[in-house]
C-alpha cells in the first residue's frame, strides 16, 4: 500500500516537473535562436524575462503547494490520494494553460506577432519585374573608369582569364538591416557567360579551393580579412595556361561594408570584435581597408606582367584609393560597380561586349590620398573623458563635405586638384561622345522661377544615354557667409540617343533653391545680392557651359516672407549642437585648415552641456512632466472604427472621438510594440501591420524565405543618375510589399557619405544631398502610390556606425546641418510625400535625435508640415526612453518587448496622456492611410490569424481538461463511490 502510494506520489510528480521542463526548455530553445539570429538582444531577453515572469509566479506557487500537498499527504488512504492527485493535475493544467495564454497575449505578444508572421509570396510576375529593374538599375549605375586607347568594349575578345578571390564572392550589397534577399544572385562568372565570354575555370577553381565563403562583417563583430592568395601560391602551371588561354584579364578588388561597424582606418590596430586573418603583411602601420592589400599588389603586378590587357574590377560601395589604376602599364580599363544586387552584374558582361554603353556616374569623390581629406581625423573613435560611456563626433567640415571641399579649396589651381583628385563627383566615361548647349537663363520674378534648357547630341558612333549635370555658384565675399564654389542644383538622364540624335531637357528651379542658411540675427535663408552662375558640367570640376542670372537686391526669407515650399518660415533650431569647436572656413582660401581639421585631442563635455544632455547619467532626463490641463476621457464607449477615417484631413474632429474609445494601456501598447510592426488595438479596430527592412529590397529576421527582389545598393542607384529608375524601385518596393501583406517598409536611407570609411554607405546614396534627396523622394513616392509607407531613415546625420548606440554626441554648425544632412529629408517631405521616419541612434549636440523638438517638431513637422509618425531606431534602452521620446516627436518605438523604457510611464499624467494621443493619432494617420486599409470597411475582429488558431487551441485544451475532469469523476466513482 504504502510502496504504490509512494510511487503514485513521485509519477504525479514526476509529470509536472517534466511539464514544466518541456515549457521553460521550448522558451530556452526560442530565445536562443532570436538571439542568434540578432532579433533580440541579452538586455531585451532578461527584461522580457522579468516582466513576463510575474505572470508565473502564482503558477510558481501553486505549483509548490501541489506538490507539497502530494509529499505531505502521500501515506493517505488510496482514496484520498486519487482525489488529491487528479485534481492537482487538472488545477495544474488549468493555471499552466491560463498562464501561456496571458503571456502570449499580453507582453510576449509583438514578439510572437513576428514568430508567427504569416507572409504572402511575391507573384512569378513581380519577381521578374524586380529582376529586370535590378538589371536596368545596374546597366545604368555601372561607371567606367578608365578606357585607355578605346579598348572597351571588348568585341573580338572572347576569353578571359578573371584574377582577385573576390571574383567568387562579389558583393551584392552590405551587411546588417540593410542586406536583402541575394539567394540565386547572378555571379560574376554567370554575367560573362551570358555575355558571350568565356572564363578560365583553373582560376576559378584555384579561388574557390583557397577559401570558398567571404569573411562575414557584422554587427557584433567583422571579420575584415581580403582572402586573396599570396602571388607565390599560383603555380607555374596555372599561369602557363592562363597565358595561353587568354592575353587578357579581368582583376575583381572588392570592399565590404555594413551596420554596426565603420571601416577599418588602420588595418594594425582594430577595434574589439574586429579582427584579420588574411596573410602577414598585407597591411604597414597606418593603411587603410580602402587602400590595396600586399597581397593584391603581388596579384597585380603578376597580372600585369604576364597579361597584355588588364581591366580591373571595383566591386565597392566605398569609394576607394584607385591610384593603383595609374601604375600599371597593362590596365587598359577599369569599371566600377556598388553592391549589385540579385541580378546586376549581368550588366558586367555586356558593358565589357558593349551590349550596355555605360552611363553610371560617381556618387563620391574619389581622391588619392583618404588621409587628406577634411574629415578624416574627426570620424570615429572619441569619447569624451569626463562623461564614461559618452561619445562624439565633430562635423568640422561644416558645409565643405566631399567636392564643395575639393572644387572650392582648389579653384583656380587645377594642377594641384589633379594631384589630389582622381575623379570627381559625378565623373563617368562613355563608349561615345556627347556635346551640351545650354540655353539662355529665364528668370521669372512673378513665379520666382529659373529655368534653362540643355540640349544633349550624341556626336558619336555608339546609342547611349548622357547626364545632365547643372552646377550653380553663389557670389562669396571673403570672410562672409560660407559658400561652397559649386553646388549640384539639378540633374536629368537622357532617353537612350542614337548617333547624331538630340534631346532636349528642361530646368525649372525656386530662387530660393540658390539660397544659403545664414545662422545670423535668429537664422535664415539668404539670397545674397550679386550675380549667380549656373554651370552645365561633365562632373562637379569639368565645364561644359555656363551662364549667369543676377540678384538685384538681398533677399532674406524670414518673418511672413518664407520659401515658397515650407509651411513655417525657417529659423535657427540648432545653435545648441554647434558646439565649443573651430570650424572649417573659406575665408582667406581656408586659413584655418590645419587647426579646423585637427583630431581631437583630450576632450571634457562642458558643464553647459551636460545640464540638458538626454544621457543616462542626466538624472532630470526622463523625469514624469509636470502635470497641466484635465485628464482627458479615456476609454470612452463609442462605435468609430480607425477605418473611417481613411482619407480624413489630420486635423478631422473625428481623430480626437477615435482617440477618447482608447484606453491608456491601450496607447502605451500602441507606442511600445513597434518593432516591425505597428500594434493591433481592438477598441478601435485598428488592424496590426508589419514593417520589414531594408532599403535594397525587403528582408527579415524573422522570414528567411522571402522571394523579394534584392535591389543594387542605394550607392548603385544613385549613381544611374536616373531618378525614374529610383521611382520604379519604390514602386516595386509597394508592389512586393502589397503582395506580402507588408505596408511599412524601413528605407529608403538617405545619410550622407561624410567619410569614405563609414560602414553603411552602400545603404546610403551619396556624398550630394541633392542627388541623395532627389532619389530618396522618388523613390518614397513610388512606394507611395502602391499603398506601401517608407520610412525614411536614419534622421538625423547618423554618418557613421562607431558608438552610435551609446550616446554619440554629433556637433555641427547649423549652415551644414541644414544644407548638407537635414536636405535629402526635407525633399523626401516636400517632393516624395513622405508619411514615416525613422530616427536615428545619435545625437545632436547633446540631445538624441529621437526625443529631439528641435529636430522631430520644429523643422520636420512645423517648417516642412510633415504629418505623419516617428519611430525609433532598434529600442535598445539607455538613452532611449519613450516618455522623452514621445514629448518631442517620436511616435513609435522599434521594439518587439516593450521593454527597456519602451513602455510609457506616468500614464496618470495628463501631460503625458496628450502625448500619447498625440503619438497614437501620429502612427494611425500614417496606417489607415497606407494599402493596410485599401477597401477595409468594418472590421470584425483584429486578431491575427495565429491568435485566432492559439484561441481555438486553448478552448480545445480546456474542453479536455474539462472532459478529462467529467472521467476523473467518473472512475472516481466507480472505484470509491461504494467504499
Not at 527 to 549: C, E, R, T
Not at 675 to 692: E, M, P, R
Not at 833 to 857: C, D, E, H, P, Y
Request: hydrophobic share 35%.
Amino acid at each position: 500500500m504504502k510502496n504504490r502510494n509512494l510511487r503514485s506520489m513521485l509519477i504525479s510528480v514526476g509529470v509536472i516537473i517534466l511539464a514544466l521542463v518541456i515549457v521553460l526548455g521550448g522558451g530556452y530553445l526560442v530565445i536562443q535562436n532570436l538571439i542568434h539570429n540578432g532579433i533580440v538582444t541579452e538586455n531585451d531577453v532578461n527584461s522580457t524575462v522579468t516582466l513576463a515572469g510575474k505572470y508565473f509566479i502564482p503558477l510558481g506557487v501553486l505549483i509548490g503547494l501541489i506538490i507539497l500537498a502530494l509529499i505531505v499527504f502521500w501515506n493517505k488512504s488510496r482514496k484520498f490520494n486519487f482525489w488529491l492527485k487528479w485534481e492537482s493535475f487538472i488545477v495544474f493544467l488549468v493555471a499552466l494553460i491560463l498562464t501561456l495564454n496571458t503571456v502570449v497575449f499580453g507582453p510576449m505578444q509583438a514578439l510572437m506577432n513576428m514568430n508567427m508572421i504569416q507572409i504572402n509570396k511575391v507573384s512569378a510576375k513581380t519577381v521578374q519585374k524586380g529582376a529586370d529593374l535590378t538589371e536596368a538599375i545596374a546597366d545604368e549605375g555601372t561607371i567606367l573608369l578608365k578606357n585607355d586607347g578605346n579598348f572597351l568594349p571588348m568585341k573580338d575578345i572572347k576569353k578571359i582569364n578573371v584574377f582577385g578571390w573576390a571574383s567568387t564572392q562579389p558583393l551584392y550589397g552590405g551587411t546588417g538591416s540593410g542586406q536583402s534577399n541575394s539567394a540565386d544572385a547572378v555571379n560574376i562568372y554567370d554575367s560573362l557567360k551570358q555575355a558571350g565570354f568565356q572564363t578560365n575555370r583553373d582560376l576559378n577553381k584555384f579561388y574557390t579551393k583557397y577559401r570558398a565563403d567571404r569573411p562575414v562583417v557584422g554587427m557584433m563583430e567583422q571579420d575584415w580579412t581580403l582572402p586573396e592568395p599570396k602571388a607565390s601560391q599560383y603555380s607555374n602551371k596555372l599561369m602557363q595556361k592562363a597565358e595561353t588561354f587568354s592575353d587578357t584579364a579581368l582583376v575583381v578588388i572588392g570592399r565590404s561594408g555594413g551596420e554596426g561597424a565603420d571601416l577599418p582606418k588602420d588595418m594594425t590596430n582594430l577595434p574589439q570584435g574586429a579582427s584579420y586573418k588574411g596573410n602577414k603583411g598585407d597591411f604597414k602601420k597606418g593603411q587603410s581597408y580602402l587602400e590595396l592589400s600586399q597581397s593584391e599588389k603581388n596579384m597585380l603586378n603578376m597580372v600585369n606582367k604576364n597579361f597584355k590587357n588588364v581591366v580591373v574590377l571595383i566591386n565597392s560601395s566605398n569609394p576607394m584609393e584607385l591610384g593603383f589604376l595609374n601604375e600599371y602599364s597593362h590596365i587598359k580599363g577599369a569599371i566600377m560597380m556598388a553592391g549589385a544586387g540579385t541580378r546586376g552584374f549581368k550588366a558586367l558582361g555586356k558593358v565589357l561586349n558593349g551590349t550596355v554603353n555605360p552611363s553610371g556616374r560617381t556618387v563620391d569623390t574619389y581622391v588619392y590620398d583618404l588621409k587628406k581629406t577634411p574629415t578624416y581625423n574627426n570620424f570615429g573613435n572619441f569619447t569624451y573623458a569626463n562623461q564614461k560611456g559618452t561619445a562624439f563626433v565633430n562635423y568640422v567640415e561644416g558645409i565643405y563635405t566631399g567636392y564643395k571641399f575639393y572644387e572650392t579649396y582648389y579653384q583656380g589651381k587645377d594642377d594641384q586638384y589633379q594631384k589630389a583628385v582622381q575623379y570627381p563627383f559625378g565623373y563617368g566615361l562613355s563608349y561615345t561622345k556627347f556635346s551640351q548647349e545650354m540655353s539662355d537663363v529665364k528668370v521669372d520674378m512673378q513665379k520666382d522661377k529659373v529655368s534653362f534648357n540643355v540640349t544633349v547630341k550624341n556626336t558619336g558612333d555608339v546609342a547611349g544615354k548622357d547626364v545632365v549635370q547643372a552646377y550653380f555658384t553663389a557670389p562669396y565675399t571673403n570672410g562672409g557667409l560660407e559658400k561652397s564654389a559649386t553646388n549640384l542644383l539639378d540633374f536629368k538622364k537622357t532617353k537612350v540617343l542614337k548617333p547624331g540624335e538630340s534631346q532636349t531637357l528642361k530646368f525649372t528651379a525656386n530662387r530660393s533653391d540658390f539660397a544659403s542658411y545664414d545662422e545670423s540675427n535668429g537664422g535664415a535663408y539668404v539670397l545674397d545680392k550679386g550675380q549667380y552662375q549656373i554651370q552645365i558640367k561633365n562632373n562637379a570640376h569639368d565645364v561644359l557651359a555656363s551662364k549667369d542670372f543676377d540678384v538685384n537686391d538681398k533677399v532674406t526669407y524670414t518673418g511672413s516672407n518664407k520659401r515658397a515650399s515650407d509651411k513655417v518660415t525657417a529659423t535657427n533650431r540648432f545653435q545648441y549642437a554647434k558646439g565649443d569647436i573651430t570650424y572649417l572656413s573659406r575665408r582667406d582660401n581656408f586659413a584655418n585648415y590645419d587647426e579646423a581639421t585637427k583630431a581631437p585631442g583630450k576632450t571634457n563635455l562642458a558643464a553647459k552641456y551636460q545640464k540638458d544632455a538626454t544621457t543616462v547619467t542626466n538624472r532630470n532626463y526622463g523625469k514624469e512632466p509636470k502635470a497641466t490641463g484635465k485628464m482627458p476621457k479615456q476609454g470612452q464607449r463609442g462605435n468609430l472604427q480607425l477605418a473611417d477615417l481613411r482619407g480624413k484631413s489630420y486635423d478631422d474632429p473625428a481623430w480626437d472621438k477615435l482617440l477618447n474609445q482608447m484606453t491608456a494601456k491601450d496607447m502605451s501598447n500602441l507606442i511600445a510594440y513597434g518593432g516591425y510592426q505597428t500594434y493591433a488595438i481592438n477598441s478601435v479596430k485598428k488592424l496590426g501591420t508589419y514593417d520589414f527592412d531594408g532599403p535594397a529590397g525587403y528582408s527579415s529576421f524573422f522570414v528567411t524565405d522571402l522571394n523579394t527582389t534584392a535591389f543594387p545598393a542605394e550607392a548603385m542607384i544613385a549613381a544611374t543618375f536616373n531618378t525614374d529608375l529610383a521611382k520604379k524601385m519604390g514602386e516595386l518596393m509597394g508592389e512586393q510589399g502589397r503582395e506580402m501583406g507588408v505596408y511599412g517598409w524601413y528605407g529608403p536611407a538617405m545619410n550622407i557619405h561624410r567619410s569614405a570609411f563609414a560602414g553603411r554607405n552602400f545603404e546610403y546614396y551619396s556624398e550630394d544631398p541633392e542627388l541623395s534627396g532627389k532619389m530618396a523622394a522618388s523613390a518614397i513616392a513610388g512606394a507611395k502610390s502602391k499603398g506601401v509607407y517608407a520610412y525614411m531613415k536614419h534622421f538625423a546625420m547618423n554618418d557613421q556606425e562607431t558608438n552610435r548606440m551609446v550616446g554619440l554626441m554629433t556637433w555641427s554648425n547649423e549652415q551644414a546641418i541644414r544644407e548638407i544632412y537635414l536636405k535629402p529629408f526635407e525633399m523626401a517631405v516636400k517632393d516624395g510625400g513622405a508619411t514615416a521616419v525613422m530616427s536615428s541612434f545619435n545625437f545632436i549636440g547633446n540631445r538624441w535625435a529621437g526625443a529631439n523638438k528641435q529636430l522631430l517638431q520644429d523643422v520636420l513637422r512645423g517648417e516642412w508640415g510633415f504629418r505623419g509618425l516617428v519611430e525609433t531606431d532598434y529600442f535598445s534602452g539607455g538613452f532611449m526612453k519613450s516618455n522623452p521620446a514621445i514629448a518631442n516627436g517620436n511616435d513609435l518605438m522599434l521594439s518587439t518587448t516593450g521593454t527597456l523604457g519602451a513602455k510609457v510611464d506616468y500614464t496618470d499624467n495628463p501631460t503625458v496622456v496628450r502625448q500619447m494621443r498625440t503619438a497614437s493619432k501620429n502612427i494611425m494617420y500614417t496606417v489607415v492611410n497606407s494599402g493596410a486599409y485599401k477597401n477595409i470597411k468594418n472590421v470584425k475582429s483584429v486578431k491575427r490569424p495565429y491568435q485566432k488558431t492559439i484561441t481555438t487551441y486553448v478552448v480545445i485544451a480546456l474542453v479536455v481538461v474539462a472532459i478529462l475532469q467529467v472521467l476523473v469523476v467518473l472512475l472516481y466513482r466507480k472505484r470509491y463511490a461504494n467504499k
